[in-house]
């Protein structure tokens, strides 16, 4: 038997780790509009800014304004990232006034050399300030993470000792954290490493909640977050799109390329279709990925973005969005005998359009197709093998209507049906 | 306790599978070019081209002339795609000649859907004249792959029953299959159902090598190669860059974007990072996977030719390809007392370049490091924190030289050393 938790909890890191390295400034307005979305469809836990200096990382000069735009159900937890007493002066101020976060981060390396080069601090310079932090954080009321960057190796310092780790979960927790991260920072985790790692530390540290937090730089983003599942890691940390990375200030970075965390839409499809529950709809959590693509003005690194999700595994009815994002339609094939013998000839080019349709997707319930731009270019038998292919040509949202073109072809070539097939959304 | 196999039998299908898809043609000395550097890299199984007819896909309407041209050590096995008996003449009479392949690989999809949509032939159709492909190969001498494709499932028929897996396996093994490839033609695959299948399989019939053949479709390549490992899979199947998928030809391609194979270079690093030998070298790997980008005119898929293997895990003495490769070279950072206290004040900034040289890489024995186009630019003391960052500027290849721009800085930011680097490789 194999093993996995039966649901997790993402938090999506996008507004705060994905935009981080970012150049460009993304508009306030936007990241209000990507954090609503992401309550509207079911995330629970959404890192939403950080507390960096503004003058040390623009991206987050509005960081007030942004929590102060979002709208607040009870059930969400909002985090935000603090890295020093100011930050979190600026933030408890912003929670007296009712637009803070539940949950804070606090951060460390595990690798003095990363945190020399990240905060120009030693432990020693870093440590006594940052207790203050989680001390002051957790007399407010709000949960604290405990963030162990470079948990999986440091390219500055190469392989980091468990027992350092273990040092400072133990610190951690006796400051009140409430739960510890174990950061991949610069993607140098591998499955093995991660099993053994999570594996020891909840060993160690029974009944502490840990937070795999993994960067996509090589490749290995979701087979590490497989791993850390296998060893019954609940929360998860991922950005749209893979974005994220070391901030692109004067800090050094680490790495070209794709530096960024592990992408949301690709490791939700991977938890639903593994049959671990969620909470998103796997159609929703790609249409906000292609949200913030738009918003970022590129292609971003998501796979099921392009490739769409599992249609067999995701039924969702056929509807207008299908026709927005243009997915390529897989054909649909089956043999008219399927239609049943007794179908008079004038209605078998409808079912056969309707079959076709419903090979492909649940049609909702009233939906009207419309056959008047189709034309029958021949006759069929009983026994013809039909390959029907559609191909979504725009919609008219505000009517409801969608066009489909369409080709219904026999195993040998000869076209049945062409033309364009009108859908009327109920 | 975590097992893995302890080595594992990489098929690299650039030149088959990862061409297959490509637009452009890609000329036969190119071709031959890369599958010479995968043999002199360490490459043991090569799927080196396929006998599909040229009309139909005309990448390989060069088959002939690639395996004349290939170098062929007694310890490669080269493999073939034989989709029809015409295909198996052409082969025959090249293997007759002393330019064959040892290994073929017979085609079959799980869903009889898939198949007329690939093949144009029902199972019905399609296992006879199989079938005496599979034996006239074996009579000539040949290892017979049986590949069963969308065993994982089929954007056309959705689920694939375990069974009929398990049919198509039996019947191959009677035919005479020497191995049998589990294909997720569409990337249909999860972790979880690569361990039930893998798993289940691999009880029903023991002793049998089963092949792992995924497609990075929706990004988890290398989350079902690591599930394939844990069932003890140890041939694996992947492609340069990630190159591949359907081909471009009048059959339908059912997804844009990503639908190539699991990417090589990504895969071999995720291997050797978890101490399985692939019995390749992780940087020669990624040289030839930049190769591929090159002839391919484009970025491809990989990660790890974006952001370099681990260093500090893969250490490779540095080496005239570093400078060509262009890498980002992460800052050393070190106290000048661990220089020791007794080096004399003109000796320090040779000291220093050598030790944070000797901090990113293993330096060659005999290396000369020319340090005229540096200056030096304040005073140091034992304590003092430096940041030395490196940027490789440029390299004279035939004269075993290659020049870094350096900065040397102190905690404060003050600059220690600035300037031109040269070094001269033994």
Redo the contacts between chains.
């Keep these: 038997m194999?093993h996995?938790p039966e649901r997790v909890k993402i938090c999506e890191c996008w507004a705060r780790d994905g935009l981080q390295g970012e150049d460009q400034f993304i508009p306030t307005e936007k990241k209000i509009a990507i954090l609503n979305r992401m309550v509207e469809i079911g995330f629970k836990r959404i890192e939403a800014t950080s507390f960096a200096h503004p003058r040390l990382i623009r991206q987050f000069s509005d960081s007030l304004e942004v929590l102060k735009g979002i709208q607040r159900p009870p059930d969400v937890t909002f985090i935000a990232i603090i890295p020093n007493d100011k930050g979190l002066d600026r933030l408890l101020e912003a929670c007296d006034q009712g637009y803070g976060v539940q949950e804070i981060t606090a951060i460390l390396s595990a690798s003095e050399?990363h945190l020399?080069?990240n905060l120009?601090r030693t432990f020693e310079e870093a440590m006594p300030p940052l207790a203050d932090v989680v001390k002051r954080a957790r007399q407010a009321g709000l949960k604290v993470i405990g963030c162990i960057g470079t948990a999986f190796?440091c390219?500055?310092a190469?392989?980091v000792p468990l027992g350092k780790i273990i040092e400072l979960t133990d610190w951690y927790l006796k400051q009140g954290a409430t739960s510890i991260m174990l950061g991949d920072t610069t993607?140098?985790a591998?499955?093995?490493?991660v099993?053994?790692v999570f594996g020891k530390m909840q060993e160690r540290f029974p009944g502490v909640d840990f937070i795999a937090h993994f960067h996509?730089?090589?490749?290995?983003g979701?087979?590490n977050?497989?791993?850390a599942l296998q060893e019954g890691i609940v929360y998860h940390d991922s950005s749209f799109g893979g974005m994220g990375g070391q901030p692109a200030t004067r800090r050094?970075?680490?790495?070209?390329?794709?530096?960024g965390n592990t992408?949301t839409e690709?490791m939700v499809?991977?938890m639903e279709?593994?049959?671990i529950e969620t909470g998103l709809q796997i159609q929703e959590v790609i249409e906000t990925a292609l949200m913030a693509e738009e918003i970022c003005g590129r292609e971003l690194l998501?796979?099921?973005?392009?490739?769409?999700p599992?249609?067999?595994?995701s039924p969702q009815p056929l509807s207008p969005q299908d026709f927005r994002l243009g997915?390529?339609v897989?054909?649909?094939?089956f043999s008219v005998e399927n239609l049943g013998a007794r179908t008079p000839r004038q209605d078998l080019p409808g079912r056969v359009i309707r079959e076709a349709l419903e090979k492909i997707w649940p049609l909702p319930a009233g939906l009207g197709i419309d056959l008047d731009g189709v034309l029958v270019k021949s006759e069929i038998e009983e026994r013809t093998?039909l390959?029907t292919?559609f191909k979504p040509l725009g919609l008219e949202k505000e009517k409801g209507r969608a066009f489909l073109e369409v080709l219904s072809q026999k195993?040998n070539g000869d076209i049945y049906l062409q033309g364009q097939v009108k859908l009327v959304f109920p």
Aim: net charge neutral; with cysteine.
């Design positions: 194999i996995f050399d020399l080069a120009e190796g390219p500055l190469g392989e993607g140098e591998n499955p093995k490493q099993r053994e996509d730089t090589r490749g290995m979701l087979a977050t497989l791993a050094p970075k680490y790495h070209k390329g794709f530096a992408c690709d499809v991977m279709e593994m049959g998501g796979h099921v973005t392009r490739s769409g599992i249609r067999h595994r997915w390529e897989p054909p649909a094939l093998i390959v292919r195993a």
